[in-house]
T-cell receptor
Framework: DVKVTQSSRYLVKRTGEKVFLECVQDMDHENMFWYRQDPGLGLRLIYFSYDVKMKEKGDIPEGYSVSREKKERFSLILESASTNQTSMYLC??????????????FGPGTRLTVL | AQSVTQPDIHITVSEGASLELRCNYSYGATPYLFWYVQSPGQGLQLLLKYFSGDTLVQGIKGFEAEFKRSQSSFNLRKPSVHWSDAAEYFCAVAPGESGGGADGLTFGKGTHLIIQP
């Protein structure tokens, strides 16, 4: 079974703190994604990566950065957390066969609260 | 850019009754279409996906969906729901043949399914 794990299920941070959200997948997937999920808004793509050290902006990258130093690990970084970044963060991974048909597999999510 | 509309925020269905969740998309060509389910406290699980060919797609847990190009729709159906089907359901699209291989999905806002005993 594909497994995507996220370092924390729940996280509470203070405004201005630097926050790291970690995601690890064990299926040797090339692609990895970070989404945030908010009630009434569904999931929105923050950043994605199709290879080590490669990254692409998604629909809402402002206030976030990412790091992909190893194929299996994709980190989302909040340089200076703000209250409007309180959300559920979901990581996903997929193969890259050169098609958008590849299924994305999701982790369980990290619920981040910024006070 | 593609977009997805799920017109129903909440749907309540009696256990054993049939279910249809609506999804409409906006995209210039034929997109790739997905339905995901999210149970409380869980990540998203893929129910089914459509790329090409037969417009009626079978998925897991007894779900099916039908792609209707003329209506830009990809509605999810189940003939008889179970209490364990209570969850959040998301329709999503990805660019079709003209798209790249590492594009993220565009999701609808979700439909919350409530099952009445």
């Amino acid at each position: 079974d594909v497994k995507v794990t996220q370092s924390s299920r729940y996280l509470v941070k203070r405004t201005g703190e630097k926050v790291f959200l970690e995601c690890v997948q064990d299926m040797d997937h090339e692609n990895m994604f970070w989404y945030r999920q908010d009630p009434g808004l569904g999931l929105r793509l923050i950043y994605f990566s199709y290879d080590v050290k490669m990254k692409e902006k998604g629909d809402i990258p402002e206030g976030y950065s990412v790091s992909r130093e190893k194929k299996e690990r994709f980190s989302l970084i909040l340089e200076s957390a703000s209250t409007n970044q309180t959300s559920m963060y979901l990581c996903a991974s997929s193969f890259n066969s050169g098609s958008s048909t590849d299924t994305q597999y999701f982790g369980p999510g990290t619920r981040l609260t910024v006070l | 850019a593609q977009s997805v509309t799920q017109p129903d925020i909440h749907i309540t269905v009696s256990e054993g009754a049939s279910l249809e969740l609506r999804c409409n998309y906006s995209y210039g060509a034929t997109p790739y279409l997905f339905w995901y389910v999210q149970s409380p406290g869980q990540g998203l699980q893929l129910l089914l996906k459509y790329f090409s060919g037969d417009t009626l797609v079978q998925g897991i847990k007894g779900f099916e969906a039908e792609f209707k190009r003329s209506q830009s729709s990809f509605n999810l159906r189940k003939p008889s729901v179970h209490w364990s089907d209570a969850a959040e359901y998301f329709c999503a699209v990805a660019p079709g043949e003209s798209g790249g291989g590492a594009d993220g999905l565009t999701f609808g806002k979700g439909t919350h399914l409530i099952i009445q005993p």
